[in-house]
């Protein structure tokens, strides 16, 4: 499921981590049999939109304090929306002025909010709300257990003396858990100054998310002690960021984070969050400043693990945040639960809790209970654990800060059979990550060293690779005295295809590594093994082994993903399916993303380019706004990159590009036309006679669209999935299917082996569509396996064919002379079918002719065939 009407990431759903169906999906439906449900493809294409130079809300951060008070000194921005504890600004201007602001010292951030904007998914059906006299089931016992929270409590720390901050929808402050312990500081920021259409200045939980997460972290258990919280005598502070309308908006956000600052908090809830994209958004940036000022930050990692890899949102994504997975009650894989890396590719999420069927407070009367799901519910298990972690370190005279919480959770959790970019560590154990504070040896300061990394690399689809394989990731290590910390070393055989660059491009505490996998096209076939270790100037060390196995490589693909910002486009996100496939047939699938282990700039070149057999563009080029500028942070594709990936398919290489095109999308600041720059991709594609509509599409469901033309890559193929807009198809290339008559797949290909394969959609190769999920009676899988065949294949086959009234002449080439072709006919007629071999006539130099004679009408099928290629011909008589 995806994200893809998401334009940005600042202002958030509030109740977005309880359970929906996805919180990436477009759609809130999906055909699941043979009716296919009507997109609306609007005909007139787009006018020419002028510039225009409008009014913008801009954030500024500042690296330092005193930079900050310059600028508030001498431009005096709103009271209201300066956010000294944060070193923030909010202030609204031209768009043209955005650059001038990046020039101000001090400045190292200016984020445009001014579209942000997430609403309320719908939530599922409750469990009826549970009275004090009602046994149903201890979901909240249950978890308690499993988080070893009865440890702390056992020896009496039960969060008396730390403050839980709750940013949420607010509170039912009537209700009997929470007596006494709700601090008078708590305050709304649902106001007009910060986006909202009313001011509403009580505290009062008008949705029944707020109260619910509250009562996880916080609620004593009053009315009802088989719910009681994970921190029942912590005092709670609650700031309101969103209302009944389902709306949160971005500065309310900011603004209670700066709040809690002022007011002084232990730990903050975040139980919300949005799309992730490359570089540190609006609300990692005021995380990342709570938590280099003494706060613990628990926030969820979302609920659209059903779309694999790269689905963790933000907030969460913030490197030194504790990025929550859920778990089913019995600590079991949460499917709904999102999945990391980051869009950087750090690993995430942190810690795991259990976010599925948790009972806790409800708002029906004051002794009422209620069911939800989500990994909302995860993260304030994670909270309300911490508060209680904090009294015990506080009261036996321990230091500690976020990042010693942070390893010690870490280092102390039990991951099991799941993988660490679906749980994190693993599930907490709160009882024995004190005990590991409290046995952990301490530096020259009397600051306890904890040290973790990671038990194991790489994820599970690179420990089988194929020679050629290339790809950059993270490793990481979490430290509580990070200005201890040594270089990490790598060792083993491992070294001769692994680079590791020692410098992390994150601190201090979480430190993420490159490391590139670079597998050489001729390397050993076999295993190799070695080891990243870890180690801090005290002495203390940990490490993550390394297995991976080579196969033989049989074709390589670039994946060209600087060229969008989508989340989901990284290498193992929304096509996951596709590439794990590609994969485990020898095809390397290298991911190029906007910068390399080194940190410069990929770019794409026609040397690069030959070491390939064909390159993949996704969701290109730059998302834009009414196509006058951009409003996301990827690189452009150049005119010497076009010319370049040009170049390389006349001489024989391949070019896949998938796209959805454009649409119309409500904002706030009025409807705006988003997706592909449709007239940089038309620079690209239109010399092959392959052009994009810039129609807008309706964002409904998915259709399925039938085949058109016998081809190799439709083979087996009667129907696939389309959602987007349509081709132009002109000259020689070839219409393979359409939608109401237009063309949505197109290809085209020349006798030096270029071939190139347009889609103005991709959920039909998704980890929906390739599954064949979205409706019934579709081959997916069959026709993308048959595309990157076709792209990939080097033993390349083509044929110019001349038809007469009797028959077809063939002129065939094999691009590799010394291939073995075999030649087939196939005749359907209304008796029967007819199946033969036949022989071409050899011309030389990879030359061969061969005449088709008609006998009786039907379908005449003529097939060309090497190691890994196919031709199909089909000619009506």
């Not at 609007?42 to 009014?55: A, G, R």
């Not at 209620?370 to 911490?386: D, E, N, Q, R, W």
Request: aromatic share 10%.
């Amino acid at each position: 499921m995806k994200r893809k009407a998401i334009i940005v990431t600042t202002i958030f759903l509030l109740s977005l981590f309880m359970f929906q169906m996805s919180s990436m999906m477009i759609m809130t439906s999906v055909a699941q049999n043979d009716t296919t449900v009507e997109i609306e493809i609007i005909t007139q294409s787009l006018p020419e939109q002028p510039f225009v130079d409008s009014i913008r809300t801009f954030v500024l951060h500042f690296d330092k304090k005193a930079m900050f008070n310059n600028f508030v000194d001498s431009y005096n921005p709103v009271e209201e929306l300066t956010f000294s504890n944060l070193k923030m600004v909010a202030l609204e201007d031209y768009l043209s002025k955005k650059d001038e602001y990046r020039k101000i010292d001090g400045v190292d951030a200016v984020l445009d909010i001014t579209d942000s904007k997430f609403y309320f998914y719908d939530q599922p059906e409750e469990t009826e709300y549970i009275m004090l006299d009602s046994s149903g089931v201890k979901q909240t016992l249950q978890t308690r257990d499993l988080l070893n929270i009865d440890a702390l409590w056992s020896l009496g720390y039960t969060g008396s003396n730390t403050v839980v901050y709750d940013i949420d929808s607010g509170i039912y402050a009537d209700h009997l858990d929470f007596e006494t312990r709700i601090l008078g500081t708590s305050q709304s920021f649902l106001l007009t100054i910060y986006g909202a259409p009313t001011d509403d200045h009580t505290i009062t939980d008008l949705n029944g998310h707020g109260t619910h997460t509250a009562g996880i972290a916080a609620g004593g258990g009053i009315a009802n002690g088989d719910y009681i919280g994970m921190a029942p005598d912590a005092d709670i502070l609650v700031a309101k960021i969103g209302g009944a309308g389902s709306v949160v908006y971005a500065l309310a956000g900011i603004a209670a984070m700066d709040y809690g600052l002022t007011i002084g908090v232990d730990v903050v809830n975040l139980s919300w969050g949005g799309g992730d994209s490359e570089g540190m958004d609006l609300t990692e940036i005021a995380v990342e400043e709570m938590i280099a000022q003494g706060v613990v930050v628990a926030a969820a990692a979302g609920n659209a693990g059903d779309s694999g890899f790269y689905s963790l949102d933000s907030p969460g994504s913030a490197p030194n945040a504790l990025s929550v997975a859920g778990t089913t009650v019995t600590g079991g894989r949460y499917a709904v639960s999102s999945n990391g890396p980051t869009a950087e590719g750090y690993p995430k999420p942190d810690i795991a809790a259990p976010g599925m069927d948790i009972m806790s407070c409800g708002m029906d009367n004051p002794s009422a209970y209620v069911m939800k799901s989500g990994t909302s519910m995860a993260t304030p298990h994670i909270a309300g654990g911490v508060a209680v972690l904090i009294e015990a370190l506080k009261d036996q005279g321990i230091l500690y800060d976020a990042g010693l919480i942070k390893a010690a959770l870490m280092k102390s959790a039990d991951l099991g059979t799941n993988s660490y970019l679906s749980n994190g560590a693993g599930l907490a154990n709160f009882g024995t990550a004190y005990t590991t504070i409290q046995s952990a040896p301490t530096n020259g300061s009397g600051f306890p060293v904890i040290l973790y990394a990671h038990p194991y690399f790489p994820i599970i689809d690179y420990q089988n690779i194929p020679q050629g394989f290339h790809a950059e990731l993270f490793v990481q290590s979490v430290s509580s005295t990070p200005w201890e910390d040594l270089d990490p070393v790598l060792s083993g055989n491992i070294t001769t295809i692994l680079d590791l660059n020692t410098t992390s491009v994150t601190g201090p505490w979480t430190k993420n590594f490159y490391l590139a996998i670079n597998v050489p096209d001729d390397a050993p076939i076999g295993l190799y093994t070695g080891v990243i270790t870890y180690e801090t100037a005290t002495g203390v060390t940990t490490n993550t082994p390394i297995e991976i196995t080579v196969k033989e490589g049989k074709g390589k693909i670039l994946y060209a993903r600087l060229f969008t910002d989508y989340g989901i486009d990284n290498l193992l996100g929304q096509y996951y399916y596709a590439i794990e496939d590609l994969l485990s047939k020898g095809i390397a699938v290298n991911e190029y993303r906007l910068v390399n282990i080194t940190g410069e700039e990929n770019v794409i070149t026609e040397d690069l380019l030959n070491q390939y057999d064909a390159i993949w563009i996704p969701d290109p080029f730059e998302l834009r706004l009414d196509e006058t500028y951009a409003i996301s942070g990827y690189t452009e594709i150049t005119d010497s990159e076009i010319t370049a990936i040009q170049n390389y398919v006349a001489g024989g290489g391949g070019l896949f590009v998938d796209f959805l095109g454009l649409s119309s999308q409500e904002t706030p600041a009025g409807d705006r036309n988003l997706g592909t720059n449709i007239t940089r991709l038309n620079e690209l594609t239109s010399i092959y006679g392959i052009e994009a509509s810039s129609a807008l599409f309706d964002f409904g469901a998915p259709v399925k669209v039938p085949v058109t033309k016998t081809h190799a890559v439709t083979e087996g193929v009667d129907f696939i999935d389309h959602y987007g807009t349509t081709l132009t198809v002109t000259d020689d290339a070839i219409a393979l299917a359409k939608y109401n008559n237009k063309p949505t797949v197109a290809l085209w290909e020349n006798l030096a082996g270029g071939r190139v394969l347009i889609t103005s959609t991709n959920f039909h190769i998704d980890t929906q569509g390739y599954r064949d999920l979205y409706n019934s009676g579709t081959q997916n899988e069959i026709f993308a396996i048959n595309a990157f065949n076709w792209l990939t294949a080097r033993e390349k086959i083509t044929a110019d064919y001349t038809v007469d009234e009797t028959g077809v002449d063939f002129d065939i080439y094999s691009l590799d002379p010394l291939a073995n072709i075999d030649a087939s006919v196939r005749i359907v007629d209304p008796t029967g079918s007819t199946f033969y071999y036949v022989d071409l006539t050899d011309v030389g130099g990879g030359l061969y002719s061969y005449r088709l004679d008609y006998t009786d009408e039907g379908i005449y099928t003529f097939i060309l065939e090497s190691a890994d290629d196919k031709w199909i011909g089909e000619f009506l008589f």
